[in-house]
T-cell receptor
Framework: GAVVSQHPSWVICKSGTSVKIECRSL??????MFWYRQFPKQSLMLMAT?????????EQGVEKDKFLINHASLTLSTLTVTSAHPEDSSFYIC?????????????FGPGTRLTVL | QKEVEQNSGPLSVPEGAIASLNCTYS??????FFWYRQYSGKSPELIMF????GDKEDGRFTAQLNKASQYVSLLIRDSQPSDSATYLC????????????FGQGTELSVKP
């Protein structure tokens, strides 16, 4: 299957700082990328859908000014957690959608573990 | 009612047995269904997808879909300790940009 990378794999930051997470599709072009958040022992919760060249669509309850998403190219989307607080500590996972031959598949990155002190 | 529901488990089966994981969904118009496996601390990996009613087999895995009952299941034959993980059922929402909606996951434990 296609490969999606995330960077960094983990990050520890102080409360009030901003953290940027990168998501790249390595061997395919992804017009759509998704950002998920997962708390311990819970399922993946979709935060936003990111389309290349346009504004992200945020899920209900997700603050767009706090979680800034940029999808500047067909292979790169970034999530910036602004003014991070301890309650933002979570596992952030991106996913990129590939459409080829009429089949739509969605591939996940390895995730980024964010810890806010 | 949650859109996608799974028993959280844990489901414990002995090595070599068949593990049966179940999932129900609320949107009768749903058309695409996915099973992901997630090891602790890792991101999900796709096991199978199914679009049509009936069974779909891939190695030791069989996905079953019953649209009338709004029910999808995953059978794992000859379960191995390495199958111990959380299994996530997901439904694609074509009328909402194709996003995947996940169930809460079922934790499977295969005992040697």
């Amino acid at each position: 299957g296609a490969v999606v990378s995330q960077h960094p794999s983990w990050v520890i930051c102080k409360s009030g700082t901003s953290v940027k997470i990168e998501c790249r599709s390595l061997d395919f072009q992804a017009t759509t990328m998704f950002w998920y958040r997962q708390f311990p022992k819970q399922s993946l919760m979709l935060m936003a859908t990111s389309n290349e060249g346009s504004k992200a669509t945020y899920e209900q309850g997700v603050e767009k000014d706090k979680f800034l998403i940029n999808h500047a190219s067909l292979t790169l989307s970034t999530l910036t957690v602004t003014s991070a607080h301890p309650e933002d500590s979570s596992f952030y996972i991106c996913s990129a959608r590939e459409t080829s031959g009429g089949v739509v598949e969605q591939f996940f990155g390895p995730g980024t573990r964010l810890t806010v002190l | 009612q949650k859109e996608v529901e799974q028993n959280s488990g844990p489901l414990s089966v002995p090595e070599g047995a068949i593990a049966s994981l179940n999932c129900t969904y609320s949107d009768r118009g749903s058309q695409s269904f996915f099973w992901y496996r997630q090891y602790s601390g890792k991101s999900p990996e796709l096991i199978m997808f199914i679009y049509s009613n009936g069974d779909k087999e891939d190695g030791r895995f069989t996905a079953q879909l019953n649209k009338a009952s709004q029910y999808v299941s995953l059978l794992i034959r000859d379960s191995q300790p390495s199958d111990s993980a959380t299994y996530l059922c997901a439904v694609r929402k074509y009328n909402q940009g194709g996003k995947l909606i996940f169930g809460q996951g079922t934790e499977l434990s295969v005992k040697p």
